[in-house]
């Protein structure tokens, strides 16, 4: 029988997920189908009632729902409960668990693909949403020395802070506003800057909020955003002297670790990874948004 998995999200134009997974299931013969899902918030509880279908392995989840499917599954996973949020979901016989990818795949990323160690490291956390959530709980558990989340909404902010606070016991963890005067006070002593805003994707209009000038040679500048493949957070970054780190590495770790939830064996991520430069290639060809 034809068996499905899906991307649960809105308005999914610029998903790289269903050509990578797919290249992935391709790579291996397997009898699945992996599809886009766009799911506006008022479809979400019909949606999730198909992924119980036997027909359906299970499903990814991203921007706006990963949040809100915490509430529509049968049992969440300590990674997933920690962070608040879900990004992957596994059928089993109709019972559907919630696992949060993100945290693991940005782990793996900062190691395999930046060379960076967390533990014992200052590091500065643009955004505060879901990514952010997923990366800021990914430093605590590594042992980074402090953690300082910087966003346009504080109020965001200190919510994430105070959640994952429980879990910071070697960390010193803060939030600060966006202010010239906060990026002043905490990046000429960072190890590490992590963009997780939107700011700066393709999919959105809109200038990143650090201040490039106070970019330091030797450090390491991460930015989750894959598409484009080089923001210009990451080349203004280059031309300082940092080290750059882009989104698709995480993006590619993140998908290869829901494959093996779901499939039960290891994710081609060569193959992956290759499926994943193509589209944002094409993407970037057709100028889509
Ligand atoms: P989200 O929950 O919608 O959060 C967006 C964040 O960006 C918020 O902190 C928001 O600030 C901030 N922001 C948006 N526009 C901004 C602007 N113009 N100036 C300053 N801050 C701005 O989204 P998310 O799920 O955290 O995802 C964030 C980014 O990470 C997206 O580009 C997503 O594609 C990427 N991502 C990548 C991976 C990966 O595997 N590489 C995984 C997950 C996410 P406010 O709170 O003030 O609105």
Redesign the pocket.
Known sequence: MLKYLGVIGFPLKRSLSPAFQQAALDHLRLDVVYEAWPTPDDGLETRMKTVRSPRVIGANV???H?EAVMRMVDEVDETAARVGAA?TIVNREGRLFGYNT?VS??TRALAEDGGFESAGKRVVV?????????AVAGLLEAGAVSVTVI???LS??NRLVEDLRPYADQTELRALP?TYASWAAVMGVCDLLLN????G?A??D????VPFELIRSGMLVGD????PAETVLMTEARKRGALVLG??P??VY?GAASFELWMGRKAPVDVMFEAARSAVEAGAAKGVK
């Open positions: 991203t921007i706006p990963k990004n993100d795949g940005l643009a955004g505060a949403g879901g990514a952010a959530r997923a966003n346009r909404t965001r902010a966006e997780c805003t939107s700011a994707s999919a959105f809109s200038e990143s909020p989750l955003i894959y598409d989104g698709l995480m993006l993140q």
